[in-house]
């Protein structure tokens, strides 16, 4: 969902984190957090990409996870795969965009969290099919 | 026509080109109406490979472990007529570049690419690159593995991998399969070198942190031996550190090389080992079967047995100098016995070097469909190869290499030059490098002249970001400016051959554009005068030291 | 975007965004391909005018800037700079013609 960009209150279960965090050594502040914002402060540095990744495939975070500072509608596709679920973009056509971004990319070469097999995965479902019948 | 034997698109590989395109199409659009402001919209360009240069935008196409099918490079020429001037430009990175498209062009030329499986996403911007590999790859004689089988893989976890899509600065990737280093894997932000271990295990040596350009720097082993199903997990190891912990404050400092400077390769291998072992057991390891089905699609050709030795080879080898001389330089030796590797150079005497034109790439095309399966390759010295070229054929191949002009017996000689296009061309220049290379080669046309002096590699750049990689050249020249003036300051002793990598060292003040080939001259005037038997220019400097040819260029010291 | 106000004179140059090419701005705030049509600014409050109006016009062009030039006794202008010389009248050697079987 595409949240316009407001002053985080920090409610309990809310962590906003500079792109400069290290996710991995947050320990028990991750207990309990129900949304996680992380920032990019100009879309060109990517480092929350690997901070989402973290979160999501090596600690298990399964909460909200948005993007907020610069957020802009053709980083979607990787925002999405990196696994953030909501945006906070000012950028007109933003939530069209989104819905579109969803169905851009039907083949991707790398496993990462978001669940999508491979075409190598698929690859191989085809030559054990292939082999079996 | 033979199918050409390397790797070759499934409906996967195609559908992501595809949408890649319609992606790109859109964006043009977006930004031709106003909707994308160019801060917005050039990192989205470049990554599809589209640079604006000083007279039109520049599209540099991806050409994988620089190897073609003669179906894709007619497509290049066909590209290159219909939304270019006619010609292109063979790169330092195997790719292919035409300098006057338009922008309103660009899907179109791009979507003409897909229908050949090409593309040219990612050439450019802050993202892993084109992955380059040996240009004799799979047809040379002293080959361990063949290193494209890597680079495929590569090619694939790399392509709009979406946590790396936005790195501190660019990424590039070499992969050797041969003892004798033909990718110049250690100037490389990542180097990987195939070997045999001692129980007979075939893994790569890991090189971080290698490259040319303001701050040159020769890459450290981070892993001796790693095991081949693990590349992707190391490899994604690597880039997540330098993603988080690469410099972002200073484009000169933001490359992989500038963080194992800074942190050294010990701190740099904890790090990635650290990574890396947290990830070991993931999707990344490849499944042999994975494996399996790329390196069939790289098996060698079946080739029929020819003769090594051919009588009317040998009688025009005799008869014919200049064949024979092209027979020494621009041929090497191939697996099979009754074959040779073919080099067209694409530098003959007085031409921008690198440079074909849409009718010559087809020829090279048709040369290559009778004589080669149908396969070319691009080296990184900017000429093309015809991989697979029975003996029998060789007198056929360069006769026909002669009408186009691609027959001068000048590989690795001194005109066989690599240069940037410079300051004619690109917006980063400041001095030009494309007419000193003409000086230089017109100066030195004669072929039996060029033999005697034997192998000697100048490479040219028109600015220090040395995409000409003119710190790894026998003998290097960097155009700078100063007040205006265009100064070319000289370098010796730079190697990327044979296992050696050694940045040059500059010789002495920049000397004016109309005193380089002057310069040249004395340099190998000393190094004749110099030299003892079997020495390459190189070996002599190694001897003698700087000292003999700074006298002979500047003069004594007053 | 200005460059080196020094008294020099100056013409706005910048590339048109749907091709690249080389333009400058003329007598009528319009982009002309053709530099001997550049309307040229003599002195630093023409230039800061000049700037503005190029700026106007910017939608259609990446990479504005104002850059020097010479104008020889005959009114000829010229840049300045050996880059903008390049901009200005092209490669300084010649590339291969379309269609060439070989170079020259």
Redesign the interface.
């Known amino acids: 969902m595409a949240i316009p960009n407001e002053e985080p209150v920090q409610p309990e279960g809310m962590l906003v984190l500079p792109n400069t965090v290290?996710v991995l050594k947050l320990g028990d502040q991750l207990d309990g957090a129900k949304l996680i914002v992380l920032e990019f402060p100009k879309?060109?540095?990517?480092?929350a990409?690997?901070q989402a990744?973290l979160l999501r495939e090596?600690l298990g975070y399964k909460g909200e996870l948005r993007a907020s500072g610069a957020v802009?509608v053709?980083?979607i596709?990787?925002?999405?795969?990196?696994g953030f679920d909501s945006f906070a973009s000012t950028q007109k056509g933003f939530e069209e965009a989104l819905v579109k971004a969803r169905k851009?990319?039907?083949?991707?070469?790398?496993?990462?969290g978001d669940g999508r097999a491979?075409?190598?995965e698929?690859?191989?479902q085809r030559?054990r099919t292939q082999a079996a019948a | 026509m033979p199918d050409a034997h390397f790797y070759h698109y499934?409906d996967?590989?195609r559908?992501?080109v595809r949408?890649?395109v319609e992606?790109f199409r859109d964006?043009v659009r977006r930004?031709?109406a106003?909707e994308l402001t160019?801060e917005?919209f050039k990192?989205?360009r470049l990554t599809n490979g589209l640079y604006?240069?000083?007279?039109?935008?520049m599209l540099r196409i991806a050409i994988p472990y620089g190897t073609l099918s003669t179906r894709q490079l007619r497509q290049l020429a066909a590209v290159a007529?219909k939304y270019d001037?006619?010609?292109g430009h063979f790169t330092t990175r195997q790719n292919l570049q035409l300098n006057w498209?338009?922008?309103?062009d660009a899907p179109d030329a791009v979507a003409m690419l897909a229908e050949v499986d090409m593309h040219s996403i990612q050439t450019s911007g802050?993202v892993v690159r084109n992955t380059t590999a040996d240009h004799f790859a799979g047809a040379a004689a002293d080959e361990i593995e063949d290193p494209r089988v890597w680079c495929e893989i590569i090619r694939?976890?790399s392509?709009?991998?979406?946590?790396?899509?936005?790195?501190p600065r660019k990424f590039k990737i070499a992969v050797t399969g041969s003892p004798n280093d033909r990718a110049a894997v250690r100037v490389h932000d990542v180097g990987l070198r195939l070997w045999r271990n001692g129980e007979g295990q075939v893994g790569f040596e890991v090189i971080v942190g290698g490259g040319l350009g303001r701050t040159p720097m020769i890459g450290k082993t981070v892993r001796e031996f790693l095991p081949k199903d693990e590349l992707l997990a190391y490899l994604e190891a690597v880039l997540?550190v330098y993603?988080?912990y690469g410099r972002?404050d200073n484009i000169y400092k933001a490359r992989i090389k500038i963080l194992v400077h800074e942190i050294g390769v010990e701190k740099m291998r904890e790090e990635v080992e650290a990574e890396y072992a947290?990830m070991k057991d993931?999707?990344?390891r490849l499944?042999p079967?994975?494996i399996e089905?790329i390196t069939r699609q790289f098996a060698l050709p079946r080739l029929v047995h020819k003769p090594a030795m051919v009588p009317e080879v040998e009688r025009l080898r005799l008869e014919d100098r200049d064949f024979a001389l092209w027979l020494k330089s621009n041929t090497a030796q191939h697996k099979l016995a009754g074959y040779r590797i073919v080099t067209a150079s694409l530098k003959?005497a007085?031409?921008?070097p690198g440079?074909?034109?849409?009718?010559?790439m087809e020829?090279v095309a048709d040369i290559a469909d009778a004589y080669s399966q149908g396969e070319v390759r691009v080296s990184h010295e900017q000429n093309l190869v015809l991989p697979h070229v029975a003996v029998e054929d060789l007198p056929a191949v360069y006769r026909a290499l002669q009408?186009?002009?691609f027959a001068e017996a000048n590989v690795g000689k001194i005109t066989d030059i690599i240069a940037c296009p410079g300051?004619?061309?690109c917006a980063l220049?400041n001095a030009?490098s494309?007419?000193v290379a003409?000086r230089i080669s017109n100066h030195f046309a004669n072929l039996a002249k060029q033999h005697d002096i034997g192998d000697l590699k100048i490479k040219i750049s028109g600015c220090i970001n040395a995409c000409g990689h003119h710190h790894v050249g026998h003998i290097g020249i960097l155009g700078v400016d100063k007040n205006?003036v265009?100064l070319y300051q000289i370098t010796l002793g730079g190697d990327v051959d044979f296992g050696q990598t050694a940045l040059g060292t500059i010789l002495g003040p920049a000397v004016e554009a109309d005193r380089v080939v002057e310069a040249v001259d004395s340099l190998v005037a000393t190094y004749l005068e110099a030299r003892t038997d079997g020495e390459r220019f190189v070996d002599t400097y190694r001897r003698i030291g700087a000292e003999p040819f700074k006298e002979r260029v500047y003069g004594n010291p007053q | 975007m200005a460059k080196n106000l020094s008294g020099e004179l100056h013409v706005a140059t910048a590339?048109r965004?749907?091709?690249?090419?080389?333009v400058y701005l003329d007598d009528v705030a319009l982009w002309t391909t053709r530099l001997d049509r550049a309307t040229v600014a003599r002195d630093k409050r023409t230039a800061d005018i000049l700037l503005e109006r190029a700026k106007a016009q910017s939608?259609s062009v990446?990479?504005l800037l104002l850059i020097a030039v010479v104008e020889s006794d005959d009114g000829t202008i010229e840049p300045?700079?050996?880059?903008e010389k390049?901009?200005a009248s092209?490669?300084?050697?010649a590339?291969?013609?379309?269609?060439?079987?070989?170079?020259?």
């Not at chain 2, 498209?101 to 309103?104: A, Y």
């Not at chain 2, 440079?355 to 010559?360: F, G, R, T, W």
Request: hydrophobic share 40%.
């Open positions: 290290d879309f060109t540095d990517g480092r990409y690997t990744r090596r802009y053709d980083q596709p990787f925002m999405l795969r990196c851009k990319f039907s083949v991707v070469y790398q496993p990462v491979t075409a190598a698929l690859r191989l030559i | 499934d996967y590989d559908t992501l949408e890649r992606q964006q930004r031709l106003g160019e917005q990192p989205l604006l240069q000083l007279h039109a935008y007529r001037r006619g010609y498209i338009k922008l309103e802050n694939q976890w392509t709009l991998h979406p946590e790396f899509s936005f790195l997540r993603n988080r972002r947290a993931s999707a990344l499944d079967d994975t089905a003959p007085g031409a921008p440079d074909a034109s849409s009718v010559q020829g009408r186009l002009g300051l004619d061309y220049a030009r494309i007419p003409q205006g265009e | 590339n965004l749907a091709d690249g090419a080389v939608a990446v990479d300045l700079s050996l880059r390049i901009r092209g490669l300084t050697f590339a291969i013609a379309a269609d060439a079987v070989r170079y020259a």
